[in-house]
């Protein structure tokens, strides 16, 4: 969550694209209720046998009708909010070269330039995820949840239903030791990307060096080495 609060400035920002995606999203969660519930009369109708042929055909061009709207509307969402979120990854990168120019050579000599550009490319493409697949996620998890709560609790049973929701608090504190777990590895595979960029960028810079010393292999090695070590950081 706290990445979320840190975004703030750039939610604030393009609260329009967000608000209207979320607003689709709720209006999407619940077209998706109806299609079910309409299978369900449709079946109870059949085997009762107190259907008739039109109110199935009706019932048949609603459905797809329905399906058909979802599907467009699912375009509209994913466009605003995907798009906010490209349009964030441009304005971090635009930000960070600006702050890369403005540093002091002290600045680069501690940070190499592998490690500039993992943070310039792979971080900042992960704060780009939070800021869509993340606010889809967590959107889409409260607005489903709380659609299909109203729906078990006015048309089917509201005992039925706390017991179902009897496991969520095991379920939370699962995703929450098994999220900071996450978080912590995510964090150093983060760092070792950083070290695989500085070893290619460093090689690769250093390429006709290399090879007038004949240090081909003992580049590769130090390469494979680093690759493995971040493959093991990186793999689940």
């Not at 840190?6 to 995606?21: C, D, M, N, P, T």
């Not at 466009?79 to 635009?94: D, H, K, Y």
């Amino acid at each position: 969550m706290k990445v979320f609060w840190q975004l703030g400035w750039f939610f604030k920002r393009e609260w329009r694209r967000y608000v209207g995606a979320m607003i689709i999203l709720v209006f999407v969660s619940v077209f998706e209720l109806i299609p079910p519930m309409a299978v369900g009369h449709v079946v109870d109708g059949v085997v009762a046998g107190d259907i008739s042929t039109q109110t199935l055909l009706w019932l048949l061009a609603g459905m797809l009708a329905i399906w058909g709207v979802v599907y467009l509307l699912r375009i509209v969402w994913r466009v605003w909010l995907f798009g906010a979120a490209a349009e964030l990854g441009s304005v971090l990168r635009n930000r960070l070269y600006d702050h890369f120019t403005r540093q002091s050579p002290h600045f680069f000599r501690r940070y190499p330039s592998g490690d500039i550009m993992a943070r310039s490319t792979n971080d900042v493409k992960a704060v780009v995820m939070t800021a869509g697949e993340g606010v889809l996620t967590a959107g889409d998890s409260i607005i489903t949840g709380a659609a299909v709560l109203i729906v078990m609790v006015s048309q089917i049973s509201w005992q039925l239903t706390i017991l179902a929701l009897l496991p969520m608090p095991v379920m939370a504190f699962l995703v929450n030791r098994f999220g900071r777990r996450l978080h912590h590895t995510f964090t150093e595979s983060q760092a070792a990307f950083s070290e695989l960029s500085e070893v290619s960028q460093s090689s690769l810079s250093a390429v006709r060096m290399v090879r007038a010393f004949g240090l081909e292999q003992h580049q590769m090695n130090q390469f494979d080495q680093v690759a493995d070590r971040t493959g093991e950081k990186t793999s689940p």
